[in-house]
């Protein structure tokens, strides 16, 4: 049998991950880790099979775990490193960036509304 991923694998592989878990694995693969654990699941899920990419990395050491369906788990030394913006060169602000739209509706201008009634 090739290389060829089965999707009931994937979904073995995901299954016991937590939500946190979740997000690691998308912040290592550069998908966005914004949404619920289902969300989170699909995401990876279509990543894996599209990719092909079956590895798990850990957060505490930096490591790839060995994931290929249909085998058991063990820590391999990778070379992939985790994209945390805490620990990036640049800074953790970098990218973040103000616009001209508000992202609330401005009732009063700085220093508060005042009326004025003469008379």
Known sequence: MSNEI???AVDDLLKPLLLKDLRIQCRARGLN??????????????NMLKTGNTELVSEAVGQTAAAVPGETQGAQAG??????????????????FITDRPSSRVLAPPGGGSNISLG
């Open 33 to 46: 880790p914004g949404g619920g654990r289902e969300t989170l699941y699909e995401r990876l899920k279509e």
């Open 6 to 8: 089965i999707p009931n």
């Open 79 to 96: 070379d992939e490193t985790l994209k945390n913006n805490y620990v990036r060169p640049e800074g953790q602000n970098v990218g973040n």
